[in-house]
């Protein structure tokens, strides 16, 4: 990611394409939001996005369980795909918490997502196991610490450059500008997952993130269209050949990307829209 213009976060925006999507993406939000179901009962909404959203998220790092499976099961300490469907289902409870911290510290919200992805019972095991090995949990990795990303293959940056992009993508979610939501989003997305700045589960922080700018910009501040969703619908190979495109740095893949990104929202929008109709008929 580029940053040598003055609001390089905007001029993305003017991307072949780039302008349909956020134009496809905003209408779409708003049809969900305009939704009669919503004037009452949206509070039910924005809890089963959330079991959607991190189901989907869980489901593109390896953990595809049905969503009835997600939504029945109380223990997620056993194997390696519970402790991934339950770190998706507590990023998910925490993102919409953290939205004041993160205008003015990402960083500081970065690490807490990782305290929260590893969560308390991995936590305490690892620091009773390993000594200071608990101590990675919450910052970013240091040279020579291994990374567990089963999605993502393309070559792991050093901590060094992991430290600096983080510097420069904080700047500038603190300073602001003029680029639509979609764009930032899809920016901060895949910049943690091209830096991968964690031991474990940056593919959950990455699609986390990408949460709270979309709630925290106010396209979707209820939290209803859930974009993991969208992304687990289009595939992991998708995905994985999206981000290809940003890891380019082309106008090409970045503008591909964004698009990807805006897909998997409006995708998000359609199941909440589902489920709407639903509890409309009486059904959910």
């Known amino acids: 990611m580029s940053t040598n213009a003055s609001d390089p976060l905007a001029a993305l925006g003017s991307l072949p394409g780039v302008a349909d999507s956020v134009d496809s993406v905003r209408k779409a939000v ?9 004037r009452r009962r949206s509070n039910e909404i924005t809890s ?11 489901a593109l790092s390896g953990a595809d369980w049905a969503l009835e499976e997600v939504r029945r099961r109380t223990d997620f300490g056993g194997d390696a795909e519970a402790r991934t469907v339950g770190a998706a289902l507590r990023l998910g409870a925490e993102a919409g918490q953290l939205l004041s911290i993160w205008r003015q510290s990402p960083l500081r919200v970065l690490a807490r997502l990782h305290l929260v992805a590893v969560g308390d019972a991995a ?23 291994p990374v567990d ?25 603190i300073a602001g500008g003029s680029a639509p939501a979609l764009v930032t989003a899809a920016v901060v997305h895949g910049e943690l997952l091209a830096l991968r700045p964690f031991t474990s589960y940056n593919g ?32 992991r190979a998708a995905y994985v050949a999206a981000f290809e495109g940003y890891l380019s740095g082309t106008p090409e893949g970045m503008a591909a990307w964004i698009a990807h990104c805006g897909r998997a929202v409006e995708l998000g ?5 589902a489920v709407c109709e639903a509890l409309q008929r009486g059904a959910a």
Not at 156 to 161: G, K, S
């Open 30 to 38: 708003d049809r969900v939001y305009g939704h009669r179901v919503m």
């Open 48 to 58: 089963e996005a959330a079991l959607r959203g991190a189901r989907g998220s869980a």
């Open 123 to 145: 936590l305490a095991a690892a620091r009773g196991a390993a000594g200071e090995a608990g101590d990675s949990v919450g910052r970013p990795r240091q040279a020579g610490e």
């Open 149 to 173: 990303e089963p999605l993502i293959e393309a070559p792991l940056p050093d901590p060094a450059e992991v430290a600096g992009r983080l510097d420069g993508l904080s700047e500038l979610i």
């Open 204 to 235: 959950l922080i990455a699609r986390a993130a990408e949460r709270i700018v979309l709630i925290g910009s106010g396209l979707d501040p209820k939290s209803i269209c859930p974009a993991e969703v969208g992304h687990a619908e289009q595939g």
């Open 269 to 273: 929008v359609r199941e909440s829209t």
